[in-house]
């Protein structure tokens, strides 16, 4: 029994050794560590980017939007969460004594502390970014483009044609009463009236276009 106690603390030093070992290893791999997850996020985030630069045409969220908060916020974060994620990595020049074990150890913890400080600075913003994209898009889907306030000058010929679209005009005059043109394609004016009917008006039916809020 008295023989075997020696063979068991040297076990337990072994076992300690191996991880001493792993914890300096650890230790000396957590500035690349750091550098990893802050390219990682960089990555994300500027594809993210180009997501969010891509729905911006896609919904249509600058004719949905009239604050220039909601629209350019979100990128505005995403370029300040890159920019942050760069100076992770970006190296510095420090003096350092290669035989001080000392200054060595203290100059790494401040090399790991002023990365990680930065890396979650820059996952804070990579978070507000998403939620700041995700709040402007979400808000662009349920609101309708802002619609024009037209009217027609139409010519004699075509006035009964216009009131058999249900189509009414001023007293007297050529001109149709305000009416909301929701698009415009190819020639044809896509108009909504009061009961909510779409029609299609033919450019060619008309001699002019008034818009009355712009």
């Known amino acids: 029994?008295?023989?075997?106690?020696?063979?068991?603390?040297?076990?337990?030093?072994?076992?300690?050794?191996?991880?001493?070992?792993?914890?300096?290893?650890?230790?000396?791999?957590?500035?690349?560590?750091?550098?990893?997850?802050?390219k990682s996020l960089m990555t994300i985030g500027s594809s993210l980017l180009t997501v969010y630069?891509?729905?911006?045409?896609?919904?249509?969220?600058?004719?949905?939007?009239?604050?220039?908060?909601?629209?350019f916020g979100p990128i505005f974060f995403w370029l300040l969460c890159i920019a942050v994620c760069v100076f992770v990595y970006f190296p510095g020049v420090r003096e350092m004594d290669a035989f001080n074990v000392d200054?060595?150890?203290?100059?790494?913890?401040?090399?790991?502390?002023?990365?990680?400080?930065?890396?979650?600075?820059?996952?804070?913003?990579f978070v507000i970014a998403l939620c700041f994209s995700t709040y402007t898009i979400g808000t662009s889907l349920w609101q309708e483009p802002s619609a024009d306030i037209i009217q027609f000058v139409v010519a004699k010929e075509q006035i009964s044609a216009f009131e058999n679209m249900t189509i009414k005009f001023e007293n007297g005059s050529q001109k149709t009463?305000?009416?909301?043109?929701?698009?415009?394609?190819?020639?044809?004016?896509?108009?909504?009236?009061n009961d909510n009917t779409s029609v299609l008006v033919s450019g060619e039916m008309i001699e002019g276009v008034i818009y009355k809020n712009k």
């Not at 200054?103 to 913003?125: C, D, F, P």
């Open 1 to 38: 029994m008295a023989g075997s106690e020696p063979k068991k603390a040297q076990k337990l030093s072994d076992f300690t050794k191996e991880w001493v070992n792993f914890g300096h290893q650890l230790y000396k791999e957590s500035p690349g560590k750091l550098d990893e997850a802050a």
């Open 53 to 71: 630069i891509g729905a911006i045409t896609l919904f249509k969220i600058n004719e949905k939007l009239d604050s220039n908060v909601l629209i």
């Open 103 to 125: 200054q060595i150890k203290n100059t790494l913890n401040e090399i790991i502390g002023n990365k990680y400080t930065k890396l979650r600075i820059g996952a804070g913003l």
């Open 177 to 193: 009463i305000p009416l909301v043109l929701t698009g415009k394609k190819d020639n044809l004016y896509h108009i909504k009236l």
